[in-house]
């Protein structure tokens, strides 16, 4: 298995890949939903806000991760992770975890100091995320299961209280992904 930083040319494998996952786990309209959001995020974000990470085997994508910028007003370099897929018959395979750390890997190379996503905190606490309190980082929008806004640090300082809001790329700024 190959894991890559994603450039251009592959959009679309990468978008079926996220259709298909979702639709197989949380049905068909699911599948759309976040097939649209991987479709808005791959061309419509800045290419200084947002990483790819793919997994290639055989020379199929088989699983994909995507980070984009999450500005934080007077705090240090942020991104948000998400979302997150490995094609259904490729999962417990530990494909997943490794796309997490090799996309923070590469993060941590460019200086970026915290990682948040939006998710279940027993899968992603297996990465190194825990939970983090609205009190210590707001999330962008109003989150409809607040348990699930998880952070880490890549400056091995712990996540610190930051003032102010935060703000995530266009394509996530929409309430039904939070």
């Not at 994603?6 to 949380?26: C, K, P, Y």
């Amino acid at each position: 298995m190959d894991i890559t930083v994603h450039r251009t040319g592959s959009n679309e494998a990468i978008i079926n890949l996220f259709t298909r996952t979702f639709a197989d786990s949380e049905g068909e309209a699911e599948g759309q939903v976040i097939g649209g959001l991987v479709h808005d995020l791959l061309t419509t974000t800045a290419e200084e806000d947002i990483y790819c990470v793919t997994a290639t085997e055989d020379g199929e994508v088989v699983g994909c991760i995507i980070f984009t910028r999450l500005t934080l007003t007077d705090g240090p370099v942020a991104f948000l992770m998400a979302p997150v897929a490995v094609l259904t018959g490729c999962q417990g395979k530990g494909t997943g975890q490794m796309l997490i750390k090799s996309g923070l890997e590469k993060l941590k190379e460019h200086g970026v100091e915290l990682v948040f996503t939006y998710g279940d905190p027993d899968f992603y606490g297996k990465t190194g995320f825990r939970p983090v309190s609205e009190d210590v980082v707001r999330a962008p929008l109003k989150l409809t299961y607040p348990e699930g806004w998880l952070g880490q640090s890549l400056a091995g300082t712990g996540i610190r209280p930051v003032a102010g809001r935060s703000y995530c790329v266009e394509a996530f700024n929409k309430a039904v992904y939070w």
